[in-house]
């Protein structure tokens, strides 16, 4: 400091009309470094000296901005210096978890920034020419540098040769011991060199500059007038008058080269560079934007029109690109090493038309206008053009403030300004180049600007900062249409696809084109068609189709139900969740709402659903068949597979022995699976037909029993399902029966935002068939689960001998070729290490004429088998099983089983949620399902040709449940919206026990719990949020007193929940209290599957047993503010802290929850009410979870053509005639999966076939536990897989890599990457 007070001289710096003209704006990056492992990385002292070390070459940055007679000046006083700020401070966050969360803005407890978008008063009410905020992150793990310099005093590229030479000083400093001296090294301020760099002839404005720098204005003359310090704080307050909102996109280089060969191929421009490719896209989505924009805006934009002369005509948009004239004066360019670091850029109008800017989104012909239109501004920017703008600007001293009106009052417009060539990345302080440099969380409106870029870079990351609602139309602006490609375990129609549409884009501009046939329109809240396509015609054709937004494969959904038992305890199920109290004490029954099913049909002549089809009088007022094998939507839609009349009567049955939910409810049926298929499966197209049928028919309700397994909502059915929501429809969806397979199997449209996903919850009795054994101590009769209806039906009609064979393995458990003769007799076998049909296939081989598989835990689950298996099977209890076996050692035993035999017993699993229901979180932890209903053997209607009545078990019948509560809620709260119903659902539910553990069950499975209508409907308070996933966990000492908190090291969240009195006369008081639930797992301790996963298809949990922990070692909610007492029709905020399970290893990778259970007590009553707020969250960090799968069914491998490991893949070679595949289970959901072929020269060719997927869930252990792709000699270049080629024979291997949870896929640090062994390809 001495050293700089000495050398320092008195000088002023005449500022010139280039330094006003960006001075509204200042230059903030903040830097973050990691530390390699060094104690002395980055000191204070040494970033401190070298900071003033530096000064002693930029002494400008120590003066005072003044103005005198409409000039500007910088005047450094030695004896009164307007010295930089300089700040330091210590973050109780460790760098890894900066890193962790990408960088975040908010991933740092407090803004690392210190000052606003637009220069304004420092400490000494004055603007400061640096700030510098130096922030420690937590155990000295590393640093963010914030540094800001404003336009007043230097551009982007001064700015850049500051932080540069500080950087080099630093690192000289860090490692020299000083025997050789750092020169000095002078830079250039004096603004005169850029008047003396100008040509004496000068070209003429344009009529765009003229108005922007030429013009005058009131408010320009107002601006002029204010001092630089009242400026600069009138534009602060604007921008927190209309906030903006800051966004990071990365753009690819595979994108820019694409649109970039668009561009050239249309021949409107012979040469574009990516800035003008980057330019243009900015424009378009920005305009777009804008375009959008509510009446207040539009009134604002009039008005501010009014009051200067409009830069724009009417829907024109500005894009104001910003262009330094160094590199175009040729004794700028000759000065250096000497450089010039002053103001030296100035803002370049581009103006196009905002229609043309919109259609850019769907026309590669609009597209390449607008890019044309950027570059031939630029190149028409010469030093004639300079000198012209350089006396408009030195004319008038307030032509600045002019230009600054005109584009404050300019709405339509983006300024755009490129800082990737300035090398930020090369700051070095000599501990490491910066890991990311970031802009300001908020800047100014409407501002763009291309972010500095590190060394190999795939692309750029630009900044956009406009006002939120623009924002929120440009990330739901896909811009470019895409093919989105499926994963192969997922079922498409073949040459089938979902074509999106632009909004104002007609149908007909996919008619006509050769090979492409469209096979239905849909014109609802989902605009676009479903098109077939011939063998020659690729996806990306279509997508390339002028007016289209997103292509999707045709995807083909199941049924989510199975087989299950009679039963007839409907009243008890109704008791239990509330129902029955809502139909007698309330008198509710559905009556005046209206609901609609998507589902097989129904069979409408049916006594219990009202023998009637769109009659006077008749429950079935609206539908339609939407099937692949009608013939018109218009045909009756007559149920053939029975699933569809099974859900109709949970929902509506009107007689005694099927009591419906909502009996008096108005119902449509929109039938979409075919009688044809053995699997009764339909498709995207026929779905998204249906749904907008029954929104067009205004219904109510959308009961949905169907799904795909992705956790995923990125597709078009959970699209459109959320639409419908946001419309005010209630949509009700299965989650899924995948639970045999584990965590993070929700199906979509389940996981769609706003969606009821519905978990499944088994009925308390069970009536069903029955066996009778003949042992030698007399006759036992046994409840029996027939196995699924693809297997003949178990009735064996005289006594048959009953064994328990051994396999090869010398196993009961029949997993490998049984030994002993089976002919004539039924096999008993254990159930476990391997499938049904496996068991029941090896006894068939065996000449067994029935198979009864006994559990190897406590309940009865749902059985089925493969359609190989052609013999009867049968699922017995634990106990029964253990029974019949040990009768069985001790000598002869006999069974029968007579049709129609029946048998009630009380269900071991009652009440509990069922085995094969699927579980959440989804991708990104949100939690679901939502909600839980009977749906485990649940007797009901059937088709009066199948029998009339039957039990089915699925998420399929718990769904429609779900939907026939909606309309008794809607009946007694008609205008009641669905947000509304989500939460009261969600908060009135009750909790499921887990008979095996205490607790109840895990979140992730139950949702808010067992759905209880009744309580629902009388429901006098509300809360918001309904649930808590938690998926930002932070690892931090908060200080809260309490032993549990003070003495650990755990992630913890904290979240405030509103609650809401809505009784209009009584004050309520709050007490709260917590309910810790399972914490569930899908691995062992040794980091593999779970075999009791793999054998059982049943997860761990913890606590296996309640009281073998302390209580204070389960999840904890701690209320730690709010007011307990609410005034009637007010709120209150209750902050709860939320840890995790105590002691739990991070490695076993476990997931934990709860519920805060708000107990709730009028004044004047008694009796408390409970309302429940679900959370549920994983105990550590998602982003370094292994996505690939893990032993004994992971990692990747290549296979031969029966899908068996190649064990020694350095001796394989493919040739044309060679099948071979890489199989990848993946153990968690990937944004993206990629897998690609690298060359001997460890050069990447392309993609493989099917190797590019986005949006892809885990691997289903109990369906497709592998995702299979073929490896051969052909790859494509190309995502999309549009442009492929053959490889030259060689040596290569597959590079396949997978987005870990909440990575940035400009990051390649969070991919996992596996690669295979090297093979050969051959001719």
Known sequence: MDLFLKNIKSQTYALNGWDFISAFA???????????????????????????????????????????????????????????????????????FVEAGNFSWDALPHPVSTVNAAPSKGTNAQIKLVNVNVVRLRNNSGVALFVNMPHYVVDGYGYAVFVRRWAEVCMWMHGNTYETELPLREYVFDRAVVRDAMPTDMLPLDDACSRMYGGSSTIGHLLAWMSPETRGDVLVTGTKLMPADGHIFHVSCNTINELRSRVEQTGLARRVSDNDVLAAMISQSVAQGVHAKSRTRRIFSSLMRSLTRPLLERNDFLSLIIVDARPRLDKLVRMAPAKYVGGCITGVPVINSTQTLIAAASSDKQFSAITSSVRAVVDSVSDKYMSGIDYALNRDPACFAHSLALSITTPEKVIITNQSRFGLYECDFGFGAPKWITPMATFLTNFASVLPVGPNHDGYHVYLSVEKYVMNDILSNKFCARVVQYPSHIRVKRNSYIVQLHPHAHARCVHGHPGISVSHHFDGMFHGVAVSVGDSVHPSQVANIEGVKAVWPNRVFSLQYLNGTTNGSGEYLHQATGVLQAHTELGLNGAGVKIGIIDTGVDYTHPDLGACWKTDGCPWQYGGNYASDSRSPDDPPMDCVGHGTHVSGIIASREDRVKGVAPQATLGMYRVFTCSSESADTNDANVIAAMEAAFRDGHDIISMSLGSATAWEEDPVAVLASKFVDAGVVMVVANGNSGASGLLTASTPAVGRGVISVGSVDNWNITSARAIFTTHTGQQSVLILPSSALTPPFVIA??????????????????????????????????????????????????????????????????????????????????????????VQNGRTLVRALKSDLITVASPSGGQMSAFSSLGPTAELGLVPLISAPGGNIFSTYPQSMGSYTSLSGTSMATPYVAGAVALLKQARPGITASHIRELFVTTARPVVDSSTGLVSNPYSSGGGLINIYDAVRARARINPPLLSINNTRREQPGLINDYIRHINAYWEIHTVAVQNTDSAKPMRISLEHIAANSLTMFDKNGTLSQQLLTNQTMPTWPANTNAVPANTLPQVLGIRGNTFVLPGRSTNITVFIAPPLGLPESERWFYGGFINLKLIWDGETTASSHVVPYAGFNGDMRKLSVLGSAPIGPPFLADSELAPIEDVSDLTISTDTEVYLAVALDLPTRIFAATMVDATNTTRGYLTLGYNEYVGRTLLDEAPYYVIPVNRTVFHDPQMTNSSELDAGSYHVHLKVLRPFGDPARESDFQIWDSDTFKLED
Do not use: W
């Open 26 to 96: 200042n230059i903030p990056f903040t830097f973050y470094f990691k530390n390699p492992g060094q104690s002395d990385f980055m000191s204070s002292s040494l970033l401190r000296a070298s900071f003033l070390r530096t000064l002693q070459e930029f002494p400008i940055l120590a003066g005072h901005l003044v103005v005198r007679d409409n000039r500007g000046y910088i005047v450094v006083d030695k004896n009164n210096l307007n010295m930089p700020e300089y700040t330091e401070s210590q973050s109780c966050i460790d760098y890894k």
């Open 798 to 887: 005289n006594d048959t001998l009953v064994v328990a064979p051994t396999d090869k393995a010398d196993s009961a458990l029949a997993c490998t070729d049984i030994t002993d003769d089976l002919s004539g007799k039924v096999a008993l076998i254990q159930r476990g290490e391997c499938s049904f049909s496996d068991k029941a296939l090896n006894a068939q081989n065996a000449g067994a004429v029935a198979v009864i598989i006994y559990n190897n835990v406590d309940g009865m689950i749902d059985m089925a088998f493969d359609s190989n298996v052609t013999i009867p099977g049968a699922f017995i209890s634990m106990h029964d099983g253990r029974m019949v076996a040990k009768s």
